[in-house]
């Protein structure tokens, strides 16, 4: 039985041509997620800005978010957002922040279910106050960090330090790229989000960490080979393997964008251009390449070892 080959064994596309493009390109974009960040800003959930979020259900029939908005704009609250998730007749509640403490923001909830009336039931109500929101935004930033400082360090152990400093300069680089992307879109920023940068680093890191593992068994075993033509060989030798999993994430990456809903639009939207889009280039385009610059295999010391074949 002939075995399905996505990628043929002897693909020989140079890769590492595109370096003085993909380069320049993620610089620029990089300066301009930056900027955008900056001077065009997030759009900050309940969880970073305080608030007061209630979770509803009608009880009879298909949830009338027009009408519902309608009513909640007339009690004065300020900016309040709706939108349905799991069911039709599910609603999210999203008001901003009181002015005049708790105690504006439980009358703010009290307002609500009495404009609303008993035809709703209330599953669930949360009110994130200023310095909680600020906490949560501070430990997000600290975490992410902490992820990025850890990958450098196991990086720095497995390989050499020219592999772990390019899969930081990589994994920056996703990250200030969704981030610039979400600025852009102005989907809710919120711990979600969080979670969907530190999964976007997860699996950047896997893809490169592979292309990496090969790269570094074809120094030891081809150690004159020209560093470009090693690290086109090494990129694909793993075509096939990094297809098929871009694929299956983006399959159902889809899925869920399209049918989800919107409690999880924002996460599965951020995974969808981080995953797909910036960390299927990235590794290809940028993490493999850098090495070039980084003086791979111009004399390190974590290169040698036992060689798997022959030298060329």
């Known amino acids: 039985m002939r075995l ?10 140079d890769f590492m041509r595109f370096r003085r493009i993909s380069f320049p ?14 001077f065009h800003g997030l759009n900050f959930g ?15 029939g298909v949830a009338d978010l027009a009408k519902m908005r309608a009513t909640i704009a007339t009690l004065g609250l300020g900016e309040a957002q709706l939108q349905q998730f799991g069911g039709p007749s599910e609603v999210l509640i999203r008001i901003a922040e009181q002015p005049g403490g708790d105690a504006a923001q439980q009358q703010a909830v009290t307002k609500v279910k009495a404009a609303l009336g008993t035809g709703v039931e209330y599953r669930r109500t949360e009110v994130v106050g200023p310095r909680v929101s600020g906490e949560l935004l501070s430990y997000g930033v600290v975490g992410l960090g902490l992820a990025i400082l850890c990958i ?7 390989f050499e330090w020219q592999f772990a400093l390019g899969a930081m300069i990589a994994n920056v680089h996703d990250i200030v790229l969704t981030i610039g992307f979400m600025s852009v879109t102005q989907i809710d920023f919120d711990l979600t989000s969080i979670a969907a940068l530190l999964t976007i680093l997860g699996y950047s890191l896997n893809d ?9 068994e074809m120094l030891r075993r081809y150690k004159k080979m020209p560093m470009p033509d090693l690290l086109n060989a090494s990129v694909n030798q793993t075509l096939s393997r990094s297809v098929i999993t871009h694929v299956t994430v983006s399959l159902a990456l889809l899925a869920l964008l399209l049918f989800g809903g919107q409690a999880i639009h924002s996460f599965t939207a951020t995974m969808m251009f981080g995953v797909v889009l910036v960390g299927t280039y990235t590794s290809v385009f940028i993490a493999a390449p850098i090495l070039i610059y980084l003086g791979v295999g111009r004399g390190t010391d974590a290169l040698t070892g036992p060689a798997s074949g022959k030298s060329k």
């Open 208 to 216: 490169t960490v592979v292309i990496y593992d090969r790269i570094r």
């Open 4 to 13: 399905l080959r996505i990628v043929p064994d002897d693909t020989k596309f």
């Open 152 to 158: 450098l360090v196991y990086l720095w152990f497995r």
């Open 25 to 38: 390109l993620s610089a620029l974009l990089s300066i301009l997620a930056i900027s955008l960040y900056f």
């Open 46 to 60: 309940i969880d970073f800005r305080g608030g007061t979020l209630l979770e509803v259900r009608q009880t009879e």
